[in-house]
Antibody
Framework: EVQVVESGGGLVQPGGSLKLSCAAS????????MHWVRQASGQGLEWVGR??????????AYTASVKGRFTISRDDSKNMAYLVMNSLKIEDTALYYC??????WGQGTLVTVSS | QSVLTQPPSASATPGQRVTISCSGS????????VYWFQQLPGTAPKLLIY???QPPSGVSKRFSASKSGTSASLAISGLRSEDEAAYYC???????????FGGGTKLTVL
């Protein structure tokens, strides 16, 4: 059974940093783009960013509001993806999902940015 | 303001057919595959449709979708109370170089 599990969320002060991890037991993990999507309480889904596969040189892309602050990486040998978040802002508060952009989603990890 | 435009709400009675629209532009829907997701309250999104109109195995045949030009739509037939959820369209945007979601449509089964 495919499982995607996020971890690393928590409470952080504005300006702080946090690293989220995503463990994905997807058979074709190394052939799958991995995305991070967030959802603020009561709001819609917002795409955060994506890392592509080795064959696509692990290219990354980010939504404008996080560019320069967030970094996505992956370790195919461990079926892991990561989201490093720096210079966090109050508006980054949300439930963060890891997904292959299609059928496989985790349950999310909550990030709260507050003083 | 989302790049993809969906009606914020829709409603219908059990057994009816409801359609949810998703409007975009040439740089997104017009040139990329559309995905549809269902999100029940308190749960992660679930894939309903991929590549414009393909349902994953296990998804009810009551769900169907289509795409024409820069617009897409999701249809749900034989509406049931358990279909009450938020529905999101998504695609890649070549101009933004990123994935974009619609604002979501909250479906109420009356």
């Amino acid at each position: 059974e495919v499982q995607v599990v996020e971890s690393g969320g928590g409470l952080v002060q504005p300006g702080g940093s946090l690293k989220l991890s995503c463990a994905a037991s997807i058979l074709t993990f190394s052939d799958s783009d991995m995305h991070w999507v967030r959802q603020a309480s009561g709001q819609g889904l917002e795409w955060v960013g994506r890392i592509s596969t080795k064959s696509n040189t692990y290219a990354t892309a980010y939504t404008a509001s996080v560019k320069g602050r967030f970094t996505i990486s992956r370790d195919d040998s461990k079926n892991m993806a990561y989201l490093v978040m720096n210079s966090l802002k109050i508006e980054d508060t949300a439930l963060y999902y890891c997904t292959d952009g299609s059928a496989n989603w985790g349950q999310g990890t909550l990030v709260t940015v507050s003083s | 303001q989302s790049v993809l435009t969906q009606p914020p709400s829709a409603s219908a009675t059990p057994g009816q057919r409801v359609t949810i629209s998703c409007s975009g532009s040439n740089s997104n829907i017009g040139s990329n595959y559309v995905y549809w997701f269902q999100q029940l309250p308190g749960t992660a999104p679930k894939l309903l449709i991929y590549r414009n109109n393909q349902p994953p195995s296990g998804v009810s045949k009551r769900f169907s979708a289509s795409k024409s030009g820069t617009s897409a739509s999701l249809a749900i037939s034989g509406l049931r109370s358990e279909d009450e959820a938020a529905y999101y369209c998504a695609t890649w945007d070549d101009s933004l170089n990123g994935r974009v979601f619609g604002g979501g449509t909250k479906l109420t089964v009356l």
